[in-house]
Nanobody, 129 residues
Framework: QVPVVESGGGLVQAGGSLRLSCAAS????????MGWFRQAPGKEREFVAA????????YYADSVKGRFTISRDNAKITVYLQMNSLKPEDTAVYSC??????????????????????WGQGTQVTVSS
């Protein structure tokens, strides 16, 4: 697993955009995927998006599909979450998580927080109406 640091959160008007960054300190062969989750006050943690370190596989929650884009820069060992057309309901603390390679039987394992091995500190995103 790779220690990560998130940045890019802030306050934005509805309809605006933000880009979150998740910078990792390094990679090993065991590093498999990175995911973004969010948690609003009084709500459970919710899957947002995920990307594998190799190949082109990306995954999105239905609530953000078409508005958010997850991407990576392998050279910088950084994962990004570009958030467009933001809505007030997107307001939450966004956290980046690292998943190591292992046997996974659930086809939607990437949506499950306990499948991830390391979590960043979180960054606040607030969308005003």
């Amino acid at each position: 697993q790779v220690p990560v640091v998130e940045s890019g959160g802030g306050l934005v008007q509805a309809g605006g955009s933000l880009r979150l960054s998740c910078a990792a300190s390094g990679r090993t062969f065991s590093d498999y995927a990175m995911g973004w989750f969010r948690q609003a006050p009084g709500k459970e943690r919710e899957f947002v998006a995920a990307i594998k370190w190799s190949g082109s596989s990306t995954y999105y929650a239905d609530s953000v599909k078409g508005r958010f884009t997850i991407s990576r820069d392998n050279a910088k060992i950084t994962v990004y979450l570009q958030m467009n057309s933001l809505k007030p309901e997107d307001t939450a603390v966004y956290s980046c998580a690292s998943a190591m390679s292992r046997v996974r039987s659930d086809s939607i394992w990437y949506q499950i927080p306990t499948e991830y091995d390391y979590w960043g500190q979180g960054t606040q995103v607030t969308v005003s109406s």
